[in-house]
């Protein structure tokens, strides 16, 4: 999972949103921009376009089953750092990022050795 977490920091430095849409976001994340009218490459680049040298710190990590829940520290150039809680499922024994951002409903705690 936090490789997934890696995964997404470094695309989005790149403005990768293929990586993003395709091998990052959760499919039901990319389903509901859709259902929404905003294609997933279309909604990144209005939403991260403008991010210059964007990095995340991962906090805090809890596991339950098949979801977890990341608390990330968030910050680019030219922008005020923020504390976020960023949500993943398990998909196809990948994780992926259903839920960009936002203050989760619990904070995570401390993460097990190796995830």
């Given at each position: ?12 430095a790149?403005?990768d949103?293929a990586?993003?849409c395709d091998?990052?976001?959760a ?8 259902r929404v ?8 680049r209005?939403?991260l ?7 995340l710190q991962?906090l ?16 680019a150039?030219?922008?005020?750092t923020?504390t ?6 398990q998909?196809g024994?990948d994780?992926r990022?259903s839920?960009l ?12 050795p190796?995830?």
């Amino acid at each position: 999972m936090r490789a997934t977490l890696t995964r997404y920091e470094r695309a989005s430095a790149r403005q990768d949103y293929a990586q993003l849409c395709d091998k990052v976001l959760a499919r039901s994340l990319v389903a509901r921009l859709s259902r929404v009218g905003l294609p997933c490459q279309q909604a990144l680049r209005m939403g991260l376009g403008s991010l210059q040298a964007p990095k995340l710190q991962v906090l805090k990590i809890k596991v339950t089953g098949p979801r977890a829940l990341a608390l990330v520290r968030s910050s680019a150039a030219n922008q005020p750092t923020a504390t976020d809680t960023i949500e993943l499922f398990q998909d196809g024994g990948d994780w992926r990022i259903s839920a960009l951002a936002g203050s989760g409903p619990q904070s995570p705690q401390p993460t097990r050795p190796g995830d």
